[in-house]
């Protein structure tokens, strides 16, 4: 039924080699949950049943829910079967399950103060990693090197070094503080939404001088070009980054001097998945020269906070 409208289909026989009987486990029905499938059954320690799935969500990626499940008549029932005809609706809200004991509500990581000495887990580079690129250093920040984009690479979207996580919900607030030091002309460090499309906000070193710069590039994976859509002059070198996603991936760039009062561009990005991938929220350093003698970003913290 494709990714995105797709359903669960439960196939059983008496014999390996069939024939089968098919039968729609679970599907969107009335729901706003579209095309549940893909998923796994789970048995508790306690004898309950449930199924893992995924929900394709565009920019939000593949998005991962958890039902109730059980049997009837030798076959599984998944979700909710309002209409009684056998075959389940998902569930936004239910009763989380049995087994056990109790555990607190918990998310996986965003924030990353760098204090440690690596990456957390959800951190991933678009392409093998090279020791260069950014380590964790031991005042409690992350140092990345401005990498060399060479002339072949004409926007971000062929990129290795950017350094990005899932988007964490559907709508929050990213911010990064850092203290950038430039040795060129055209070095720059900046905070992306990435995609097919992309957009992003960075701190860049031009005519000896220093701007915020805002780009934004639709069908970079078709290879066309960035355009830039606004640019501000500043003279600190430690700023605040900010991207605001709201919901439906509408995004707002942002910057400050001071991590009190931000400007942010009135302009609108939409974010866009990438190939097989929501998009991405992260970061890169970059230069246009060749040099042994690259400039570098600090970045003291990334944290993800509620939108005001």
Sequence with gaps: GGVSTGWQTVLRSKNIYG????????????????GPHQGAWVNTQTGEDWFLHFQDKDAYGRVVHLQPM????????????????????????????NIGKTHPINTPAESDEFNLPKLGLQWQWQANPQGTW?????????RMFSVYQPDSINNLWDLPNILAQKLPAE?????????????????????????A??????????SDKLFIIVNQNIKA????????????????????????????GTCHFGFSTDGEYYMVNLETFTAKPGKWVGAKIGMFCLRNNITNDAGFADIDWFRIEPVK
């Design 19 to 34: 024939p089968y009987e098919r039968k729609i486990a679970l599907d969107q029905g009335t729901t706003t949950i579209n």
């Design 221 to 248: 994976d078709k290879k066309n070009m960035e355009e830039e859509l606004s640019d501000f002059r500043v003279s600190e070198t430690d700023v605040f980054l900010e991207i605001i996603m709201k919901k439906g």
């Design 134 to 142: 950014a380590f964790p250093t031991s005042n409690g920040s992350l």
């Design 197 to 206: 499309d992309y957009a992003y906000i960075s701190l860049e070193k031009r």
């Design 171 to 195: 709508e929050f607030t990213a911010r990064v503080k850092l203290r950038f030091n430039p040795k060129f002309d055209h070095e720059r460090f900046g905070l992306i939404m990435f995609g």
């Design 70 to 97: 059980k049997w009837i008549n030798d076959r599984p029932v998944i979700g909710i079967d309002k209409d009684a005809d056998g075959k389940g609706e998902p569930v936004m809200i239910y009763k989380k399950p």
